[in-house]
């Protein structure tokens, strides 16, 4: 890309007939840039009002008591064992509806494989995985309570027709266990979206290379498809915990009481002042979910970089 | 069509009993047993809307309740919600085209040496979720209040942090599409200004990119929940809430016709990029690319 600018950095100076010098050496250059880096001021400030700031004061107010004086009172809260059974339930959450969703939406578009990508079918997938991946919330919470509540259609069917009542152990739906369908139902389409440009970089050379060797259908998904396709995988699977980890609308409509999860904590947090008799818990609780949250995103980096040696 | 299948057409027989995609009948099952599990939902909803009453039956008179105007004032605040969201919406678009367009052209232009830094800013926001967001944007808004007021609109600024990755990245597919750097040369050799360039020359030639983006936000907006709810804003998706513990049916049309709407949104983004040109697949990743939140890989040249 360097390269690319070079010419006009060449044009802007003295003429052809110098020899090219660093383009930062030439007066006029350099008068142009200090210009141009006005340019950069409005969104940099923007992002260190607006993104900058508010995550690291999140960040800091998890080490500070309530008189602004330095504490690690408040982290030591992440030990307490309602915390980490939040912690508990928000991972385990996550890593069920992150397999189920990357499984699902991997066998969708292996499906999509071939079809024609300006098509009906395509642009309909498209849009409404868009919609159902981004739009989700509390119009989720909805669509379950009509479709599992306690008078939801399937509930109601189920028990006219079939005599079976779903919640004969008790009413789970407003609980932990309540949120696996929804999250399912907007990790499928994430994973949809995330994972299919991957599938469409398989080269036919490859199917090609792999016939002209004598290959039959399985071996190309052995040993081209599979080993090709699977830091991707991996990579859109982290992408889903991540988006189910840090998921709060879906959760804050439909559990009715308590803070099974760790951003239903942090609302309590924010809400109610003191939670567990701690000031500030809601800082310590962000700290914890960051922490969570670059370690996958840092190993998704890792194996899409690994993923995208195939993609050029 | 894709190029496997086309590979196959034109080789021989052979050739085509190695394509890597499904039979034509295994993939409509699968789509068709997918499909119908993810369209149980949006049904229920719907039936649900239609029940008249405990004895059971359908009708429509809630959604005639609804298109007819004899919404009792209790079903004011959805209203107001929709309102909010429609002024979020557009600030919001605002916010990204005046502060993020600029400054990615200038430094696809200027600063390619700043690219990976811009993308890891923008691709920032997947990494920080919006409710530890929140819990940094109450102090700040505390003083954005006493410098703006407490209009709602100021949210705008917290949602143009969200819409980053979407919008980056469906920008930036179309500038690199579009050589914006040979473009932008060509324009400086015969004598553009900045603002030339930018207004005349690479808007112009993005606007297909810069039409997703605002497309893509605006969905966005509209399916906000956490910082409205936690800032204490009403927007359409609080509001739902509200009206769903006074009348959960009237509550399920509106979520339904948000649903919609969004669905012809993004179903149009995917037309935009389409272009209705048959064979131009790389302007159908380029509109699928702005569903995504992140590059289909983050290559190590920073340009997905």
């Not at chain 1, 119009?139 to 069917?157: D, E, S, Y």
């Not at chain 2, 021989?12 to 190695?18: D, E, F, G, M, Y």
């Not at chain 2, 059971?56 to 959604?63: E, N």
Request: aromatic share 10%.
């Amino acid at each position: 890309m360097t390269d690319t600018l070079r010419p006009v950095a060449d044009a802007q100076g003295s003429g052809a007939a110098t020899p090219p010098r660093s383009p930062r050496a030439r007066p006029r250059f350099s008068s142009l840039l200090s210009g141009s880096v006005l340019g950069l001021i409005p969104f940099t400030a923007y992002i260190v009002l607006f993104l900058a700031l508010p995550t690291v004061i999140a960040l800091v107010t998890g080490f500070v008591d309530k008189h602004g004086a330095l504490t690690v009172d408040n982290l030591t809260a992440l030990g307490d064992p309602v915390i980490l059974r939040t912690f508990g339930n928000s991972l385990w959450l996550s890593a069920l509806t992150a397999v189920i969703g990357a499984l699902l939406g991997a066998l969708f578009c292996y499906a999509l494989l071939g079809a024609k990508p300006t098509g009906v079918l395509r642009s309909i997938v498209d849009a409404a995985s868009g919609v159902l991946a981004q739009f989700g919330g509390v119009m989720l919470a909805f669509a379950f309570v009509a479709t599992i509540g306690i008078q939801g259609m399937i509930t109601v069917w189920l028990r006219t027709s079939f005599g079976v009542d779903i919640f004969a152990d008790g009413v789970w739906l407003y609980d932990t266990p309540g949120l696996i369908l929804p999250y399912i139902y907007f990790q499928v389409p994430l994973m949809i979206i995330t994972f299919s440009p991957a599938l469409e970089s398989l080269k036919p050379q490859w199917a090609e290379a792999n016939a002209m060797l004598g290959g039959g259908i399985l071996s190309y998904w052995r040993h081209i498809g599979v080993p090709v396709l699977l830091p991707s995988f991996f990579g859109c699977l982290l992408l889903l915990f991540a988006n189910a980890f840090s998921s709060f609308a879906t959760a804050a409509a439909l559990t009715s009481q308590g803070s099974q999860i760790v951003p239903l904590q942090i609302r309590a947090a924010l809400t109610s002042e003191t939670v567990l008799g701690r000031e500030n818990l809601a800082g310590a609780l962000a700290l914890g979910m960051i922490v969570v949250m670059v370690v996958v995103m840092a190993i998704y980096s890792l194996l899409m970089r690994r993923a995208a040696r195939w993609q050029r | 069509m894709s190029r496997a299948q086309a590979a196959g057409r034109t080789g021989t027989a052979r050739l085509r009993t190695v394509h890597p995609g499904p039979g034509r009948v295994t993939r409509w099952v699968i789509v068709a047993v997918i499909g119908v599990l993810f369209l149980v939902p949006i049904v229920a909803m719907v039936e649900f809307t239609l029940r008249k009453g405990v004895d059971g039956g359908h009708d429509f008179a809630r959604w005639a309740t609804v298109f007819g105007g004899g919404l009792t004032p209790e079903f004011k605040p959805i209203f107001t919600g929709l309102g909010n969201s429609l002024l979020l919406a557009v600030v919001t678009v605002l916010v990204m085209l005046v502060l993020l367009v600029p400054t990615m052209v200038l430094v696809r232009i200027r600063f390619p040496q700043l690219q990976r830094v811009l993308e890891f800013i923008c691709l920032l926001p997947i990494t920080i979720p919006a409710i530890v967001l929140v819990v940094g944007l109450a102090p700040v808004y505390s003083v954005v209040s006493k410098m703006f007021g407490s209009g709602v609109w100021t949210l705008a600024f917290a949602y143009g942090v969200i819409v980053l990755p979407y919008a980056y990245r469906s920008i930036q597919a179309n500038l690199v599409a579009v050589d914006v750097v040979t473009l932008s040369e060509a324009a400086r050799s015969l004598g553009a200004g900045w603002l030339t360039i930018l207004f005349r020359v690479v808007v112009p030639n993005i606007r297909r990119g810069l039409l997703a983006a605002s497309f893509i936000s605006v969905a966005v907006v509209l399916g906000e929940f956490t910082i409205a709810a936690l800032l204490n804003r009403v927007n359409l998706q609080t509001a739902l809430l509200v009206v769903n513990k006074a009348d959960p049916f009237i509550a399920v049309i509106f979520a339904l016709l948000a649903l919609l709407f969004a669905f012809v949104l993004l179903l149009a983004i995917g037309f935009i990029g389409g272009g209705g040109r048959p064979g131009r697949r790389s302007r159908r990743r380029a509109a699928a690319s702005a569903l995504s939140p992140v590059a289909p890989a983050l290559s190590p040249k920073g340009s997905a």
